[in-house]
């Protein structure tokens, strides 16, 4: 059974540095083929991409956010790590993490955390 | 601003069947697979569909997915009031380097 959970804190100030963990289980970020995402979603509106990173650790980045984001991942622990720099109000949004794979398409996000809801205030 | 347009909302009775569309270009749907996600108010995304047509595990064949040109489209049969919920289409955009979803579609089961 795969599951996630999201962790880390709930308010940050702007201009901080917000460092979300994905704690996952049921699959090793080293098997061949699987990757884990980051999703956003402000309150009420729709979901945005943010990073992946894969086995071998090949790294992707939304181009509107790369010179923010850093992901990294630590197999032996099965967390994987976000970081995000200098936060603004309009980072405020659930933040959630998800198993990805593919088969003849793109990367799918199969599992998804339950989310961790983060504003951004002051 | 979504690089994938789905219509804000779509209604439908119990028992009927409702399809929501998602529209793209050729950067992403015209060249690439689309997934399908529900969102039940409340909770994290589910995928339905991946792959353009593909179900997800334990996802009834009432959920089907086809895809035509840019453009893709979720159809729901046997409207149930338990599938009341946000959808979303995804897929990657080759100029974007970029998965991208829709603007989600509000499905309201009368």
């Known amino acids: 059974q795969i599951t996630l959970k999201e962790s880390g804190p709930t308010l940050v100030k702007p201009t901080q540095t917000l460092t979300l963990t994905c704690t996952f289980s049921g699959f090793s970020l080293s098997t061949t083929g699987l990757g884990v995402g980051w999703i956003r979603q402000p309150p009420g509106k729709a979901l945005e991409w943010l990073a992946l990173i894969y086995w071998n650790d090949d790294k992707r980045y939304s181009p509107s956010l790369q010179s923010r984001l850093t992901i990294t991942k630590d197999t032996s622990k099965n967390q994987m790590v976000l970081t995000m720099t200098n936060m603004d109000p309009v980072d405020t949004a659930t933040y959630f993490c998800?198993?990805?794979?593919?088969?003849?398409?793109?990367?799918?996000?199969?599992?998804w955390g339950q989310g961790i809801l983060v504003t951004v205030s002051s | 601003q979504s690089a994938l347009t789905q219509p804000p909302s779509v209604s439908a009775a119990p028992g009927q069947k409702v399809t929501i569309s998602c529209s793209g270009s050729?950067?992403?749907?015209?060249?690439?697979?689309v997934c399908w996600y529900q969102q039940l108010p409340g909770t994290a995304p589910k995928l339905l569909i991946y792959?353009?047509?593909k179900r997800s595990s334990g996802i009834p064949d009432r959920f089907s997915g086809s895809k035509s040109g840019t453009s893709a489209t979720l159809g729901i049969t046997g409207l149930q009031t338990g599938d009341e919920a946000d959808y979303y289409c995804?897929?990657?955009?080759?100029?974007?380097?970029?998965?991208?979803f829709g603007g989600g579609t509000k499905l309201t089961v009368l």
């Open positions: 995804g897929t990657r955009d080759s100029i974007l380097s970029s998965w991208v």
């Open positions: 050729n950067s992403n749907i015209g060249n690439n697979y």
């Open positions: 792959d353009n047509y």
């Open positions: 998800a198993h990805s794979q593919r088969e003849n398409g793109p990367y799918y996000f199969d599992y």
